[in-house]
């Protein structure tokens, strides 16, 4: 075998012996219920969470609280490669009573176990089999699952210090990398206009929720099928009461894009909506939170993790392209090369029936000990 067989080789076995403390840390974190809305939870497992990766780095993490929510920082001087996750989950405490973690054949279950604690998990194993390298760095938020308001400012100032971000955040099907994310913005449209009696006279009013039935409809069409843009009106509002002509009504409005000129053109339409109704007035509030992930920014870090599954005897799927944004977004918008979906294999994150496939563990984390390696220029 060629050194770098070898070196492989040995790492695949290293893995191995940590898969019963990887199921073990797995569970802790699934006990330690974490959803995003919760401050007191949070801060419980941050605990958990930092000492854990106290083992796996050799020091303490740097606790940056924003908001009242506490983000975990491993970094060192040297760092030149930025892993990236979350420990926040969508799982409200009390979930754990009904469903607790529980492995079942090759299956482990809980709230949260696949989104995303078992990256967090591979993530730590992956460290821990490089020796903890100085070049090596890790951000864990407590609020991506909420949109990250208290963290993003955090995640691109960390990003822009390192050469490659790999996000742990769980694998597409079959354990394929996450490739492109679509870029997300959020927007209220409000349609103002006049009460009035609805049954004396419903003539002096303007009837804002009919106004906002014609922008509903239109809504859709600022899309491109062919593109991949959508937009889709969600949440709607309106009115005061039963026997009213409403003068307030409003609409929440979820655009998902490819490509940030998409996101632009599609931004532009919205606030150029002209009313219908003689006397109605528009607004539009919210705009573009999340660039898209673009393909161009993983290319090279993709096959630098598929040589990496090559030396391991590994064969590393075919890249996804997904709707869902993550911070991985936030970190390719500031430039820095970044490959998401490095986490856990399984699937149905945000289900009740969400699993995480135990025999992977070990497997993801050699492989993703490897890809460091190679990023950090340790040899091999």
């Known amino acids: 075998m060629t050194p770098a067989a070898d070196l492989a080789a040995d790492l695949a076995a290293a893995a191995g012996r940590l898969a019963a403390g990887m199921i073990d840390q797995l569970a802790a974190l699934v006990a330690r219920e974490s959803p995003s809305s919760d401050g007191a939870a949070l801060a419980a497992c941050a605990d958990l969470t930092g000492r854990l990766g106290y083992d796996a780095f050799g020091y303490p993490p740097r606790r940056v609280e924003v908001g009242g929510r506490v983000h975990l920082l491993w970094r060192r001087p040297a760092a030149r490669v930025l892993l990236l996750g979350h420990y926040d989950t969508v799982w409200p405490v009390g979930t754990l009573a009904g469903w607790p973690f529980a492995v079942d054949g090759d299956r482990a279950t809980g709230p949260g176990a696949f989104d995303m604690k078992a990256g967090i998990v591979q993530m730590f194993a992956a460290v821990r089999l490089l020796g903890a390298p100085e070049s090596v760095a890790m951000l864990l938020t407590a609020d991506e699952e909420v949109g990250s308001a208290t963290s993003r400012d955090l995640i691109e100032a960390e990003a822009r210090t390192v050469a490659a971000v790999l996000v742990g955040e769980p694998s ?107 006397g109605a007035s528009l607004t539009v509030a919210g705009g573009i939170h999340r660039r898209p992930l673009e393909e161009s920014s993983g290319r090279e870090l993709l096959a630098v993790a598929r040589a990496a599954a090559a030396e391991l005897g590994m064969v590393l799927p075919p890249p996804a392209r997904v709707g869902g944004a993550s911070d991985g977004n936030l970190t390719a918008a500031v430039g820095i090369p970044t490959l998401d979906g490095f986490g856990a294999v399984g699937a149905h994150p945000h289900a009740r029936g969400e699993y995480v496939n135990v025999p992977d563990l070990p497997r993801r984390a050699a492989l993703l000990a490897r890809t460091l390696h190679h990023l950090t220029r340790q040899g091999g």
């Open 172 to 278: 597409a099907g079959g354990g394929r990398p996450k490739l492109a994310r679509k870029g997300a913005a959020s927007y209220v449209l409000r349609a103002a206009g006049r009460a009035a009696h609805a049954g004396l006279e419903p003539e002096a009013g303007v009837n804002a929720t009919l106004e906002l039935a014609h922008q509903v409809t239109a809504l859709p069409l600022l899309g491109d099928p062919g593109a991949g843009t959508t937009v889709t009106p969600t949440v709607l509002d309106g009115g005061t009461t039963a026997n009213t002509v409403p003068e307030s009504a409003g609409v929440a409005v979820d655009v998902r894009a490819w490509t940030a000129a998409e996101q632009d053109r599609v931004d532009a339409a919205l606030r150029a909506l002209e009313p219908v109704l003689p």
